[in-house]
């Protein structure tokens, strides 16, 4: 369900010339996906790190609410040969803007109930082989659902 919510938000998203584009997989996992991805001048990842967890809330009404916390990364194609201060203009500050917009867009979608907690985000430089480097994002999102569940 959270996968589906934030493909669609996700997708959506432009910040500066970029466009986004979720990947989903375990942390081990994103070397080999990120060289499978192209990324070009005007296109950026965000990587749902896996497992995810989500934790059950029922109210007195019967209403089962759902809370899940996930790691993003948001990523830029990097250079291995850049000094820190290019690193930090050419990726982490695209990926602290894309944060506050990707914020944002969850507080307007009617998709989204509420964002339970955001976490401390960190910045990473030439994180995986294809020398990307952005911040992560932990977030605990609280999606609506309006599922009715039957009692027999």
């Not at 996700?10 to 997989?25: D, P």
């Not at 990097?78 to 000094?83: E, G, K, L, V």
């Not at 867009?105 to 995986?128: P, R, Y």
Request: proline fraction near 3%.
């Amino acid at each position: 369900m959270i996968i589906t919510i934030l493909d669609t938000l996700i997708s959506g998203m432009t910040s500066g010339n970029y466009s986004f584009e979720l990947k989903v997989g375990a942390a081990e996992w994103q070397n080999l996906l990120s060289d499978e991805y192209a990324f070009s001048d005007n296109n950026a990842l965000v990587f749902l790190d896996m497992p995810i967890e989500n934790d059950f809330q029922a109210a007195q009404s019967g209403y089962i609410g759902e809370v899940y916390d996930v790691n993003l990364f948001f990523m830029f194609k990097s250079n291995f040969d850049w000094t820190p201060l290019q690193h930090d203009s050419n990726c982490i500050n695209q990926a602290r803007l894309a944060i506050r917009q990707f914020i944002s867009v969850l507080q307007d979608s009617d998709l989204i109930d509420s964002i339970e907690d955001i976490g401390t985000a960190t910045s990473f430089i030439n994180l995986l082989d294809v020398n990307v480097s952005g911040m992560i994002l932990p977030i605990s999102i609280k999606p609506n659902i309006n599922a009715s569940v039957c009692i027999q």
